[in-house]
């Protein structure tokens, strides 16, 4: 799984919105380009979060290899990390 909101302990799923840095391909070369990606609730920082976003405070769920990827360029809602 990516290192990313969808693999972290405080993400709960919500559903699918519309994003204009969708991260998805699209299946099939005649198919439109995908422009939704799934959200959800970080129950850490109490916001709403794409689940292709990066935080400092991942907390990756057990037994889950992860891998890195590139953060997106603008979060869903701009959220405050905890400085100490």
Same mark, same amino acid.
């Given at each position: 799984?990516?290192?990313? %909101? =969808? *693999? %972290? !302990? +405080? ?5 699918? =919105?519309?994003?204009?840095? %969708?991260?998805?391909? /699209? $299946?099939?070369? *005649? *198919?439109? &380009?995908?422009? $939704? &990606?799934?959200?959800?609730? %970080?129950?850490? +920082?109490?916001?709403? #979060? ?6 400092? *405070?991942? !907390?990756?769920?057990?037994? #889950? +290899?992860? #891998? =890195? #990827? ?6 869903? &809602? /701009? ?6």
């Amino acid at each position: 799984m990516p290192r990313a %909101c =969808d *693999s %972290c !302990e +405080h993400y709960k799923p919500v559903g699918w =919105d519309e994003d204009k840095h %969708c991260p998805f391909k /699209a $299946r099939y070369a *005649s *198919s439109p &380009t995908p422009t $939704r &990606t799934p959200y959800g609730r %970080c129950d850490l +920082h109490g916001a709403e #979060v794409f689940a292709t976003e990066i935080c400092n *405070s991942h !907390e990756p769920e057990p037994f #889950v +290899h992860l #891998v =890195d #990827v590139t953060n997106r360029p603008e979060p869903r &809602t /701009a959220i405050q990390e905890i400085l100490l």
